[in-house]
């Protein structure tokens, strides 16, 4: 057992080092979750595209260089570390990229995967419905056959990004008349701007419009923008569902560049005496570095020829819980300054730490909620029996 | 990097847990609370022969150490199954002789590889005034300010809320060793004593969950087995996953211990506070999920329950631990590498 990284990965982490500092804007960009900020963040994606930095862990024919987990996780470290931007792609890369390499045919990488790598094209998801949000499977936006492909109809919500984005991937109903809810299903690739579709942004908390509903209408979709066969979208779904809540959508390097600032914080303000807020700081240092740890030994569980399913449910639970307290222990430590967001002229931080909070709040809920994974958790890695939720 | 257990340390896991399993720990436990250790002396000869001991013991001395990965791997087992006596302690104690590096206190190491002597240690700079199970050991060990004495009687017994503890001020004996490198071989001893307090907590939470969900899978209520009700999964899941984290923590920590890395004491306090938290938090919840029950001496699940606050708190309270994360580390030396650098930092 060792920690260990290569020659070879500490010249990778040198090489990222190196093209961050030189790239990196020197004032954070405006939120990503306004219009300036969005079309900010999508010009970053092109730059971070144009050196193959992008998406890094991809194949090096869709613009990735072929990067192992391990890769993969020494980067974030070192973007994170580097202060860069938020990404405006993560849902893109995160969830509809591993379900392309998984289930997409090749004419369908080909198509999508470069200008998602791009910035190109910014993608949303589309799964919650109104009636439909933990449980997914009881969603009643329908896919109707017709000539050459689909029609979509029905209300999507809660679709991050989908305010300011291009295209949006989710499941429908395609056969209305299955034993079990979750059969049936079709998974689908729409444009947020063909005919039919109306967006209608919603303000979240702090009332910056980070995702939006979408109304569909008798909307087109070609028979090639279907991922999998039609029928299957639950497990097309599922199958990388672990990866939202897992790793690859709150990488540890997130939370060990966080948990340094707030140890700078509390070094350059904090009462020394003061232990509840000393033991507060160290608690978040201890859970990035546990978080980081943890990764360590899933890559090398996957390098070793071996798998992550359930385990991805202790991921999410972990990283959102500890990006509440991490943000809240900062706050704290700003005292009158923590609530100053973005734009104000006080802010500390630019407004980083109050944008932080608000962001990290929603964690426990998006990506299938905390709830839902104990559930998971509890069932699938301890044995538990199914029970009512 | 590979940061995983290879098969080798695997096994050695497994057979610890076979022979511990085939020994009836608990019931050495029961009898070792009772006041009766000759069942747990003949434990402690078959953690010897399995190697256990000699994990702690360089092999100039007859040993097979020093290996921390390995003695947090073995010390994990021995937390599973509640194994009674000074086992912390000895291990520390051959570190701290070690380090002593004199001939009079290497004579002990041969002795404590095999499993014949079984020695306690108190450091109190390390937090507590007390010796564990000085009454049943052979040697006890204090270290104070530049000294090391080999106390003569081990003092009156003072009880623990943990039945198979018992804590005691050492009283007289002779000066083993002095000088300014006690110091640092009693915080070497210290370090090497949270870690494999962490690895005891760490399986003894394991044991506690286990037995836990193995009772609310059989535990009938309103007709259903109380597993399914998702205010007791929901319980269970976060005990999971307290404990999960708390893994690779210890496994980093001892790997740092290994290598001397100038991180390793905020690695091993990370590693303790955060296994002991997590061991502790698994007994509340494996009481509160047993019920009424869960509150008897009746269950073995008592032995786990009650050892669990005293695990916390040995060799390295919380507070303590959470300082020492926070504390700037040495600056003579440098990490290997950035991500060590953190660690340090951290």
Request: net charge negative; aromatic share 8%.
């Amino acid at each position: 057992m060792d920690l260990d990284f290569s020659t070879a990965e500490d010249a990778f982490r040198a090489e990222a080092r190196a093209w961050l500092t030189a790239h990196v804007p020197d004032t954070p960009l405006p939120s990503l979750e306004t219009e300036e900020g969005f079309a900010a963040h999508r010009l970053w994606e092109r730059t971070l595209s144009d050196d193959r930095w992008s998406v890094v862990s991809w194949p090096e024919e869709y613009g990735g260089r072929g990067a192992s987990i391990l890769r993969w996780l020494i980067f974030e470290e070192e973007y994170y570390a580097a202060g860069a931007p938020g990404r405006v792609s993560q849902n893109g890369i995160s969830l509809l990229a591993p379900t392309l390499f998984e289930h997409g045919t090749d004419e369908q990488r080909a198509r999508i995967l470069p200008s998602m790598a791009s910035g190109e094209v910014i993608w949303a998801q589309a799964w919650s419905e109104p009636e439909s949000g933990s449980d997914l499977a009881s969603l009643r936006s329908t896919a109707e056959r017709t000539e050459g492909g689909w029609l979509l109809r029905g209300q999507k919500t809660w679709s991050s990004r989908a305010a300011f984005a291009d295209r949006a991937f989710g499941l429908f109903r395609s056969d209305p008349d299955t034993p079990k809810p979750h059969q049936g299903l079709t998974y689908l690739m729409f444009p947020l701007d063909a005919d039919g579709v109306t967006v209608r942004p919603i303000g979240r908390l702090d009332g910056k419009p980070a995702f939006a509903e979408l109304f569909l209408d008798d909307v087109f979709v070609p028979d090639e923008d279907v991922i999998g066969a039609p029928g299957q979208g639950w497990r097309v779904a599922m199958s990388t569902a672990g990866n939202e809540r897992g790793l690859t959508l709150r990488s540890p390097g997130r939370f060990t560049a966080a948990a340094e600032r707030l140890t700078d914080l509390w070094r350059e303000t904090a009462d020394p005496s003061d232990t509840a807020l000393r033991d507060r700081v160290a608690d978040a240092v201890i859970g990035a570095r546990a978080y980081r740890l943890f990764a360590y030994a899933g890559a090398s569980r996957i390098a070793a020829g071996g798998s992550i399913g359930a385990e991805s449910s202790l991921n999410k639970v972990f990283w959102s819980e500890l990006d509440i307290a991490l943000h809240e222990t900062a706050l704290d430590l700003l005292g009158p300054y923590g609530e100053l967001s973005d734009g104000a002229a006080d802010a500390p931080a630019h407004g980083g730490w109050a944008e932080g909070h608000t962001f990290s709040l929603a964690g426990p809920i998006y990506a299938g909620t905390n709830e839902i994974q104990r559930d998971i958790i509890a069932e699938r890695l301890l044995g538990l029996p199914k029970g009512r939720r | 990097m590979r940061f995983l257990l290879d098969d080798e340390q695997r096994e050695f896991a497994r057979s610890l847990d076979a022979m511990l399993t085939a020994a009836d720990a608990p019931a050495v436990a029961r009898a070792w609370a009772a006041g009766d250790t000759a069942p747990g002396r003949a434990l402690w000869s078959r953690l010897a022969e399995a190697g256990v001991f000699a994990l702690a013991v360089p092999e100039r001395h007859e040993g097979l150490g020093p290996l921390p990965l390995e003695l947090a791997v073995a010390f994990s087992e021995l937390g599973r199954h509640a194994v009674p006596g000074p086992v912390v302690e000895t291990v520390a104690a051959a570190a701290l002789l070690d380090r002593l590096g004199d001939d009079a206190s290497a004579a002990l190491l041969p002795q404590i590889a095999s499993g014949k002597t079984v020695v306690t240690l108190c450091v109190p700079a390390a937090g507590s005034p007390y010796a564990l199970d000085a009454d049943a050991a052979d040697a006890v060990l204090v270290v104070e300010g530049d000294t090391v004495r080999l106390a003569e009687t081990a003092g009156p017994v003072q009880p623990s809320a943990d039945p198979a503890r018992r804590l005691a001020r050492p009283l007289g004996g002779t000066v083993l060793a002095r000088g300014p490198a006690v110091a640092t071989a009693a915080a070497h001893a210290a370090e090497v004593a949270a870690l494999a307090t962490a690895a005891q907590s760490l399986g003894l939470g394991r044991a506690l969950l286990d037995r836990t969900v193995e009772y609310v899978r059989q535990r009938t209520q309103f007709g259903v087995a109380i597993g399914s009700f998702q205010s007791v999964k929901h319980r269970l899941a976060d005990t999971l996953i307290a404990l999960e984290f708390a893994r690779p923590l210890l496994h980093s920590a001892a790997l740092a211990l290994a290598e001397g890395a100038d991180h390793r004491s905020a690695e091993v306090a990370a590693a303790k506070v955060t296994a002991g938290e997590a061991a502790y938090a698994a007994a509340r919840t494996a009481l509160q999920l047993h019920g009424a029950v869960g509150y008897t001496e009746e269950l073995d699940l008592a032995l786990w329950i009650r050892k669990a606050r005293p695990l916390r708190d040995a060799w390295g309270t919380p507070a303590a631990c959470r300082a020492r994360v926070l504390a700037p580390a040495p600056a003579a030396q440098q990490p290997r590498t950035r991500a060590a650098s953190r660690g340090a930092e951290a």
